[in-house]
């Protein structure tokens, strides 16, 4: 698995499974009719926030992560990032690979820390996956998440220093 870059041209094999991802409204805070130009607006970022994609040996997209400075100003030093895998490719270490990969990024960009702002509890294999790579539950807001089958549930504020 190669992680790159991701560009424009990738975008219309990261919408589907964006779009299907996003459309559940499980596990993102984003609108569920959130439109293709919208997404890879909000996904795309420009630098020095980048946006990647891991791919397999023949260039098939797997998954995707952003990574983004989480705070501006006497708290520019904390980093965030947003991770998506395609669901015909999960349970083979995509988003595990992502994930360190937007920790290494943070740490040699040269920030203290990463949070997550809104890890949905009932995302047991992210909150799981974030865990076993250090990352802590720093605070949970009560019913911050309208889960459309759970109902309302909490949202994890997650952290690892760097």
Known sequence: MLIREATTEDWPAIWP?????????????????????????????????????AVDDSGTVLGTAKMNRNHMGNSSHIASASYMVDPAHSGKGVGRALCQYSVDWARTAGFRAMQFNAVVETNVYAVRLYRSLGFEVVGTLPEGFNHPVEGYVGLHVMHKAL
């Open 17 to 53: 499974f964006f779009h299907e991802i996003v459309a559940a409204g499980d596990s993102f805070t984003y609108p569920v009719d959130l439109s293709r130009d919208e997404a890879r607006e909000w996904w795309l970022v420009p630098a020095p926030s980048l946006a990647v994609v």
